[in-house]
């Protein structure tokens, strides 16, 4: 049984008019006690209820707030930024070699948080003055506090309130880290289908590498970086709920998309590989994408490479 990650449970939206849902406490510690997790239940029964036993939405916007402050300066050490303009620059430069459209691009990060890729994008220019940077997120908590920093930072950027799909406008290029090991099973398809459906050219999307040494790296690096519970025990669970390579290839082989994986398990060391990304392409992509990464285009492998790893 998967484990299952507080963050996931202690906050609750309405899909259609993503308004704020009631959340009780003793059913979330049901869910938790259930999946064999008792850790995980003892600090949910730690925060604060009302009288009738439902979460106070202010004291969860609070932690999680925290908690993600804290992924923001994981992500920083990591030099996240950095490992994704490697692939989003070259991506985007054949987005530009490919289309007739002249810009501005809309590069779409897909559950947000507080912001601190697309932020990080907007302070250092890394794709180019063409390419509109927008953070969408379910969470109006984290939404708003990403607007508080952008404006605080004097940032070009945009967070929207909403489902990333249901935009006005339709994004160029969608992008996400750490959220593709929250979807499962054909939850994860319909994710990928959502955006081979849209006018998007293309999808970037970084989590978690299932390796072995994951979990344990995940341990000591939240243990030693993590101030709350929460946010360590996540953090670990998010390292043993990471989708194998096959499943990602296989769940991003959708209609219209040409999927590709950057650095396989089986050709890096994992020692040192963290987050890598599942790309999707239109398939007249592909070449120009190759290209535009060179020598790194190595570490670039389709669905056949599935094939190739079973004989």
């Known amino acids: ?84 303009v490697h692939v989003l620059g070259p991506l985007l430069a054949a987005v530009r070699a490919t289309t007739r459209q002249s810009g501005p691009y809309c590069l779409v990060d897909v559950g947000c948080g507080l912001g601190c890729l697309v932020r990080w994008l907007a302070a250092t220019n890394a794709l180019g003055a063409d390419v509109e940077l927008i953070g969408v997120d379910l969470d109006a908590s984290l939404v708003g506090e990403a607007e508080r920093l952008a404006h605080a930072e004097g940032l070009n950027c945009r967070f929207i309130h909403g489902n990333a799909f249901d935009m006005p406008k339709a994004a160029t290029v969608y992008v996400s880290t750490g959220v593709l090991h929250h979807f499962r099973g054909a939850a994860l398809t319909e994710f990928f289908k959502a955006q081979a459906t849209s006018p998007a050219q293309a999808f970037c999307h970084f989590d978690i590498a299932a390796t072995r040494l994951a979990p344990i790296g995940a341990w000591i690096y939240h243990r030693a970086r993590m101030r709350h519970p929460l946010g360590r025990h996540d953090g670990v669970v998010s390292a043993r709920r990471a989708h194998s390579d096959e499943t990602l290839l296989r769940a991003a082989d959708v209609p219209g998309i040409r999927p590709l994986l950057y650095e396989p398990r089986g050709t890096v060391n994992p020692f040192c590989t963290t987050l890598r990304p599942v790309i999707g392409v239109r398939p007249p992509l592909e070449e120009p994408l190759r290209r535009a990464l060179g020598r790194a285009a190595r570490r670039l492998v389709g669905p056949e490479y599935l094939v190739e790893a079973a004989r």
């Open 1 to 84: 049984m998967h484990q299952l990650e507080i963050s996931d449970l202690i906050t609750a939206v309405d899909p259609r008019s993503g308004l704020r849902l009631p959340v009780r406490r003793a059913e979330v510690i049901e869910q938790l006690q259930a999946s064999g997790d008792g850790r995980a239940a003892g600090i949910v029964a730690g925060l604060p209820a009302d009288q009738d036993g439902v979460l106070d939405p202010d004291a969860v916007d609070r932690l999680l707030i925290s908690v993600h402050t804290e992924l923001q300066r994981l992500s920083e050490e990591l030099r996240i930024g950095e490992r994704l």
